[in-house]
């Protein structure tokens, strides 16, 4: 990225306009997705337009990060647009493909039951997430909660992701989870449940993508905090 484009984007103020892209992009996706397979069990698919949207607004987010940033910030905040990587790659189901078992099963490092470069592999990926996760706490805690009893739209929006993520949670397999209670669901109310919860979990990029953007305003000032 060149100073320029550096220098006119942190300048610009709050480039909302990457939302409006952001929504253009994920509504075509669902819109096709709807038109060739229907609205029904096809649209929560793995390869749905729902589940490649989640996981394209990840990467475009961690892009509008960078994108809206000067390098100093690259090094010094790396961990934000890593987590939003890794998050893309979770929604890819890249956890499971990258090895044999899965890198978050514990059979992996346990048991002979894969490769040892398998496990390797496995252990280089839960460091890295590991290191990307202490250095969100370590450097982004006070700032976070500083922002918070500011009242700032970014660190209100961390928290409307994460609250997508809870509500996602508890919605994913509600038929299952009612049954002991003699609660069944039929077909149509069990679709509208996993539709439900896919939109749910678009809605956490969207919701990372307004902290990025709406933390732009001061980015010039200071290199040290990790959101802006």
């Known amino acids: 990225m060149t100073d320029d484009r550096r220098d006119h984007a942190s300048s610009a103020g709050h480039p909302w306009h990457l939302i409006i892209w952001a929504l ?7 819109a096709v997705d ?6 029904g069990p096809g649209l929560v698919r793995e390869t749905g337009g729902i589940e490649i949207a989640s996981a394209l607004l990840y990467a475009y987010a961690a892009i509008a990060w960078l994108w809206t940033r000067p390098g100093e910030n690259w090094k010094t905040s790396w961990q934000v647009p890593a987590i939003m990587l890794l998050m893309m ?20 490092y346990l048991t002979d039951m894969a490769p040892v470069l398998d496990r390797i592999l496995g252990l280089i990926a839960l460091a890295f997430v590991a290191t990307v996760a202490i250095r969100l706490v370590k450097m982004g805690a006070k700032e976070f909660v500083a922002g918070l009893r500011m009242r700032t739209l970014w660190a209100w929006s961390i928290v409307g992701a994460l ?33 439900l919860e ?14 990025v953007i709406s933390s732009t305003t001061r980015v010039t000032r200071s290199s040290r905090t990790s959101f802006r």
């Open 24 to 30: 253009a992009g994920a509504s075509f996706l669902i």
């Open 163 to 195: 609250a997508f993520a809870i509500l996602s949670k508890a919605v994913d397999g509600i038929g299952r989870k009612l049954a002991p209670f003699g609660i069944t669901l039929e077909s149509g109310t069990s679709l509208q449940m996993v539709i």
């Open 89 to 108: 790659g979770r929604e890819f189901d890249l956890d499971k493909k990258l090895t044999s078992i899965g890198v978050l099963r514990s059979d992996l």
């Open 198 to 211: 896919e939109l749910l979990e678009l809605g956490i990029p969207l919701m990372l993508l307004v902290a």
């Open 34 to 39: 709807i038109w060739t397979t229907g609205f």
